[in-house]
T-cell receptor, first 112, second 115 residues
Framework: EDKVVQSPLSLVVHEGDTVTLNCSYEVTNFRSLLWYKQEKKAPTFLFMLTSSGIEKKSGRLSSILDKKELFSILNITATQTGDSAVYLCAVEATSGTYKYIFGTGTRLKVLA | GAGVSQSPSNKVTEKGKDVELRCDPI?????LYWYRQSLGQGLEFLIY????????KSGLPSDRFSAERTGGSVSTLTIQRTQQEDSAVYLC?????????????FGEGSRLTVL
């Protein structure tokens, strides 16, 4: 059965800290891995990764994919209170139909 | 439209009633997904539509749940004889297609509360 596992489940840090969020997966016919940030209702897109070893970067956020070890990490440097959210990892798989499988998310709280 | 639109944003209903949730995807997006998110949980896949192909209904939790997509655009998720465990946020998402990977664009969700 396809599955996506995120760790840690929750994390509390202070402003300025650096955090690393993990996402591991077991899916049939991997196509891409996506990271989303969910603050209230609608998840907002952060990154899409398809190739191993190529870092994607946006401001203080960066992410990389390892297709051999089947995981991805999301790094946030110099965290701010506005980074507080649930970070979701999703894997697009083509087992039968095209489907995005989501992990349960990592709840990040950044304290001032 | 400019983004994925869902209605209603909030729905409170009594146990046993039927509810309909609506999703209007981004214009031109051929793929449409419904997900359910219970409090503190991740997103649970419900159903997937792609163009005129038969939908992937493998995630629907029971036969009380059904969905349709008319004219390849607007979709309606129907829950019959609602139960308290159906209480959740129902998220709709659309994407541009399947022959290349693309991000999912989410609506704001419909929060369903079954009393």
């Amino acid at each position: 059965e396809d599955k996506v596992v995120q760790s840690p489940l929750s994390l509390v840090v202070h402003e300025g800290d650096t955090v690393t969020l993990n996402c591991s997966y077991e899916v049939t016919n991997f196509r891409s891995l996506l990271w989303y940030k969910q603050e209230k209702k609608a998840p907002t897109f952060l990154f899409m990764l398809t190739s191993s070893g190529i870092e994607k970067k946006s401001g203080r956020l960066s992410s990389i994919l390892d297709k051999k070890e089947l995981f991805s990490i999301l790094n946030i440097t110099a965290t701010q209170t506005g980074d507080s959210a649930v970070y979701l990892c999703a894997v697009e798989a083509t087992s039968g139909t095209y489907k995005y499988i989501f992990g349960t998310g990592t709840r990040l709280k950044v304290l001032a | 439209g400019a983004g994925v639109s869902q209605s209603p944003s909030n729905k409170v209903t009594e146990k046993g009633k039927d509810v309909e949730l609506r999703c209007d995807p981004i214009s031109g997006h051929t793929a449409l997904y419904w997900y359910r998110q219970s409090l503190g949980q991740g997103l649970e896949f419900l159903i997937y539509f792609q163009g005129n192909s038969a939908p992937d209904k493998s995630g629907l939790p029971s036969d009380r749940f059904s969905a349709e997509r008319t004219g390849g655009s607007v979709s309606t998720l129907t829950i019959q004889r609602t139960q308290q465990e159906d209480s959740a946020v129902y998220l709709c998402a659309s994407s541009a297609g399947t022959w290349y990977s693309g991000e999912l664009f989410f609506g704001e969700g419909s929060r369903l509360t079954v009393l």
